[in-house]
């Protein structure tokens, strides 16, 4: 995708994750993790969220991916990959 592209659809959201599962036809799951302080300890606490996502470029599992909302496309899927950060080794 172009910037420009990206600076128009600057409202959508937009993760970076890790693939999980690529076994559906045209679409990954990919799981997002994030680490935010405990509201009362102050401990770190980590919290994972798997997301299915359609995939038009060839993501396998492990490959890093960054993933941009969209609209519904099928009845769980509404993000989409846009593009491959990382392959997996």
Same mark, same amino acid.
């Given at each position: ?12 959201? !937009? ?7 690529? /076994?559906?036809?045209? %679409? #990954?799951?990919?799981?997002? =993790? @994030?680490?935010? $302080? ?12 798997? !997301? ?7 993501? /396998?599992?492990?490959? %890093? #991916?960054?993933?941009?909302? =969209? @609209?519904?496309? $099928? ?15």
């Amino acid at each position: 995708m172009t910037e420009a592209t990206l600076k128009a659809r600057a409202q959508r959201k !937009i993760r970076t994750g890790v693939v999980t599962s690529d /076994k559906m036809t045209k %679409t #990954v799951t990919v799981t997002l =993790t @994030r680490r935010f $302080a405990h509201a009362a300890y102050g401990k770190q606490v980590t919290r994972s969220k798997g !997301i299915k996502a359609r995939d038009e470029h060839g993501a /396998k599992v492990g490959d %890093t #991916v960054r993933i941009m909302e =969209t @609209r519904p496309i $099928a009845k769980t899927v509404c993000w989409r990959v846009i593009e491959i950060v990382e392959r997996a080794k």
